[in-house]
């Protein structure tokens, strides 16, 4: 059992190009999210989705764009990157049913020269 | 929205010192979560605790959700609790679940 699976777990890229960051559960999970981390700071979420069909902003969705593909699947599209989208991007997943307990992948590390 | 603040911010403990670690928050919540993200980054689930209290080992954590805050006891500090500890919370009404500010915590041998 994976749990919340991400890929890549590195990726450099060069300002204005673009990219996809992937995540998939296979917990049977409805709401999946995408955090950023910069480097001594907590977690702002970026965008959720609170079932499969469904996407919402977060905190800091300028300059991204989401995919709820199917039930496992969620990817963060990056157009144009920045150098202020340096960061570690963290997706999760929550069956916020009885418990709503929130899950974790390991984190994607990316660098925007 | 609802505004999360951890304290205190930054913890320097000597190796078998309790601490105290409190989440207050803005509004109303349905779910309530601690975090530990240890040295290597990775996001390790704690309590589910919206309301109530909760142990597990040296470790506790009770929410008090008409007052708005909860409290991660930690008991009997080793080396390896060292990281930072975050609450996220979800408010009535929104799948969004936002993060405190989180405590750096350390603890020394």
């Known amino acids: 059992n994976a749990g919340v699976t991400q890929t890549p777990k590195f990726q450099v890229l060069k300002t204005g190009q673009s990219m996809t960051l992937q995540c998939a559960q296979d917990?049977?999970?409805?709401?999946m999210y995408w955090y950023r981390q910069d480097p001594g700071m907590g977690l702002r979420l970026i965008y959720y989705?609170?079932?499969?069909?469904?996407?919402d902003k977060g905190e800091v969705p300028n300059g991204y764009n989401v995919s709820r593909l199917n039930k496992r699947e969620f990817s963060l599209r990056l157009e144009s990157a920045a150098p202020s989208q340096t960061s570690v991007y963290f997706c999760?997943?929550?069956?916020?049913?009885?418990?709503?307990?929130?899950?974790f992948g390991e984190g994607s590390r990316l660098t925007v020269l | 929205g609802i505004q999360v603040e951890q304290s205190p911010p930054d913890l320097i403990l000597q190796e078998g010192a309790n601490s105290t670690l409190r989440c207050n928050f803005s509004?109303?919540?349905?779910?309530l979560q601690w975090f530990h993200q240890n040295p290597w980054g990775q996001l390790i689930n704690l309590f589910y605790?919206?309301?109530g209290t909760k142990q597990n080992g040296r470790l506790s954590a009770t929410t008090v959700a008409t007052e708005r805050y909860s409290l991660l006891y930690i008991s009997s500090s080793q080396t390896t609790d060292s990281g930072v500890y975050f609450c996220?919370?979800?408010?009535?009404?929104?799948?969004?679940?936002?993060f405190g500010t989180g405590t750096r915590l350390k603890v020394l041998a």
């Open positions: 989705s609170a079932s499969e069909g469904t996407t």
């Open positions: 917990m049977n999970h409805n709401s």
């Open positions: 605790i919206p309301s």
């Open positions: 996220a919370v979800t408010t009535s009404g929104t799948y969004k679940y936002i």
């Open positions: 999760a997943s929550i069956l916020m049913g009885p418990t709503g307990e929130l899950f």
């Open positions: 509004d109303s919540v349905n779910n």
